[in-house]
């Protein structure tokens, strides 16, 4: 049997050579761009139930053992996230600063158990939802929820509003006063109609509606700084301070330390001036969509109750003793029967004076 020339295997083994010296950056840049994404894994955790489903599109998840999800959708231009669950008509919640769809936790098992379809989305550049550069007016954010409804399929809705949240259901009845049943404002105030009174430099002023309002500025001061900033408005603005617990404000405080979040919650004050301008020109025609509206005694008060009787025409109001500015979690209960009382087919509203009875 005859030998394989010498030169022979030498070409062999050298253009083996060749095939593994060309495929090894390939090998390498896999095993790279592997270590790459296993740095980027956070350590696991022990999580709860929310913290399993928060980042998670489309995964359900109970609160009180009552089911909802969270879910993602693409709504003008930006990516939402939303909590939605229940059956029956549609009740949006439009959260505050410096909260996000959370607030409504204690809310939100309630309302579905009394055959309600909740839906709950952090808006614009707030919680998990995208955070782009523009677009906090509140017109283009009411139109966010606008899409967000369409999409899913509604059309006429209830609304519950807090702080922010106050001013974009506003916009959203006014650009869509068919599409709106009725709806309930907790705290808050209008730009252009009392919201620039209430900053005003006075022993009694809203000193961070012109702070947040800096362009710039506040994010270079408070980053780091998170929760320092935030406890003291949970500190300051609640009556209850123990509402807002630990826990709880740990979840807001994780929430605005994200990339970009504490300035997309200071483009909302930095859009003031345009919404005034909207507001105006909306308040030429008063809605006459229903409005409750619902003031802490130690918040707003009944400065909520003043700012939208000045562009609506059906507004009842509400001073609600003992509560500060967090009223969704400083008295869920409170606010749960007066949403179950007015969204329903009788609804009256138990005041006496503009004071709560109960």
Do not use: C
């Not at 030998?3 to 790279?32: C, D, E, G, R």
């Not at 809310?107 to 839906?119: D, F, Q």
Request: charged share 20%.
């Amino acid at each position: 049997m005859s030998q394989t020339p010498l030169y022979v295997k030498m070409a062999f083994v050298a253009a083996l050579t060749v095939i593994i010296l060309a495929a090894a950056p390939s090998v390498l840049n896999l095993q790279q761009r592997s270590i790459a994404q296993d740095q980027q894994q956070p350590p696991q955790q022990q999580q709860t139930a929310y913290d399993k489903g928060k980042h998670i599109k489309d995964l359900s998840f109970d609160i009180n053992n009552v089911t909802f999800s969270h879910h993602t959708a693409s709504v003008n231009g930006i990516q939402m996230h939303y909590v939605i669950g229940g059956q029956g008509d549609p009740i949006v919640l439009l959260h505050g600063w410096p909260e996000t769809w959370y607030e409504w936790r204690h809310i939100i098992p309630e309302l579905i158990a009394n055959n309600y379809t909740v839906i709950a989305p952090d808006m614009r550049g707030l919680g998990d939802s995208e955070k782009p550069l523009t677009g906090y007016d509140k017109k283009t954010v009411a139109e966010d929820i606008y899409q967000l409804v369409k999409n899913l399929g509604y059309n006429k809705i209830y609304i519950v509003a807090h702080d922010w949240g106050g001013p974009v259901a506003y916009s959203y009845a006014a650009a869509h006063p068919e599409n709106v049943s009725k709806i309930i404002i907790l705290d808050t105030l209008l730009p252009g109609f009392g919201y620039e009174e209430a900053g005003n430099f006075s022993p009694n002023g809203i000193w961070h509606f012109s702070f947040q309002a800096v362009r710039d500025l506040p994010e270079k001061l408070i980053d780091g700084q998170e929760d320092v900033y935030l406890n003291w408005f949970y500190d300051s603005y609640a009556y209850n301070q123990s509402a807002i617990t630990t826990e709880d404000r740990g979840e807001y405080i994780k929430q605005y330390s994200k990339p970009g979040a504490l300035r997309s919650g200071f483009e909302y004050y930095r859009a003031v001036f345009e919404d005034a301008i909207q507001n105006k020109e909306y308040a030429k025609q008063k809605l006459d969509v229903p409005i409750l509206t619902i003031g802490g005694e130690a918040g707003v008060g009944n400065f909520t109750t003043a700012s939208f009787q000045m562009v609506a025409n059906n507004v009842t109001g509400i001073t609600l003793p003992n509560t500060g500015h967090f009223i969704p979690e400083e008295r869920p209960n409170f606010v749960i029967k007066q949403i179950l009382k007015f969204f329903g087919d009788n609804a009256t509203t138990d005041t006496k004076n503009g004071k709560a009875m109960n």
